[in-house]
T-cell receptor
Framework: DAGVIQSPRHEVTEMGQEVTLRCKPI?????LFWYRQTMMRGLELLIY????????DSGMPEDRFSAKMPNASFSTLKIQPSEPRDSAVYFC???????????FGSGTRLTVV | KQEVTQIPAALSVPEGENLVLNCSFT??????LQWFRQDPGKGLTSLLL?????REQTSGRLNASLDKSSGRSTLYIAASQPGDSATYLC?????????????FGRGTSLIVHP
């Protein structure tokens, strides 16, 4: 199993630009999660999906953030327009059913200048 | 609201020592608890998952225990090695709510020096 795959690994963009982060969960996992990690706030849950349906997006900081999961094998997190305070590491994780452990991707390190 | 605290925040030890990392949580109604390791600039790697009905889990030199009534879990690392240097996080999933979305601690940063 290739694990949870995220792309790109690193992204540097200018303030105001659109950023799209991508995630491929583990096959058979029906939950997908997007997290953001910063030194100041630690790991924050942004949004999660169950069977491709967004369940809880209360962690999405602003309307500039949006996430989609068009099918079971692909999800995107989009920031438009990006701001310097969005700089962080963004992780995608997946899980097989309720109550099982998480598997995390390697993350995307986003820098907005 | 569940609060998860990890103490100490940072730890530096010489190689060969046996270590105990602590994770405490305020709400004992949990479904499971998961320990992760995070290397600098990397993602989180799952180490051990303890279900609420279990008292401990072991994998190699790692042993994690769970005491729900006292709201505590410990990760024991035997005979530490420089390769164990990383940040260790615990994640506590609630028994209620139906989604079992965990609350993460801030982690313990471990350095094992030769």
């Amino acid at each position: 199993d290739a694990g949870v795959i995220q792309s790109p690994r690193h992204e540097v963009t200018e303030m105001g630009q659109e950023v799209t982060l991508r995630c491929k969960p583990i096959s058979g996992h029906d939950y997908l999660f997007w997290y953001r990690q910063t030194m100041m706030r630690g790991l924050e849950l942004l949004i999660y999906f169950n069977n491709n349906v967004p369940i809880d997006d209360s962690g999405m900081p602003e309307d500039r953030f949006s996430a989609k999961m068009p099918n079971a094998s692909f999800s995107t997190l989009k920031i438009q327009p990006s701001e310097p305070r969005d700089s962080a590491v963004y992780f995608c994780a997946s899980r097989r059913g309720q109550g099982y452990g998480y598997t995390f991707g390697s993350g995307t390190r986003l820098t907005v200048v | 609201k569940q609060e998860v605290t990890q103490i100490p925040a940072a730890l530096s030890v010489p190689e060969g020592e046996n270590l105990v990392l602590n994770c405490s949580f305020t709400d004992s109604a949990i479904y499971n608890l998961q320990w992760f390791r995070q290397d600098p600039g990397k993602g989180l790697t799952s180490l051990l998952l303890i279900q609420s009905s279990q008292r401990e889990q072991t994998s190699g030199r790692l042993n994690a225990s769970l005491d729900k009534s006292s709201g505590r879990s410990t990760l024991y690392i035997a005979a530490s090695q420089p390769g164990d240097s990383a940040t260790y996080l615990c994640a506590v999933s609630p028994a209620s709510g139906g989604s079992y979305i965990p609350t993460f601690g801030r982690g313990t940063s471990l350095i094992v020096h030769p």
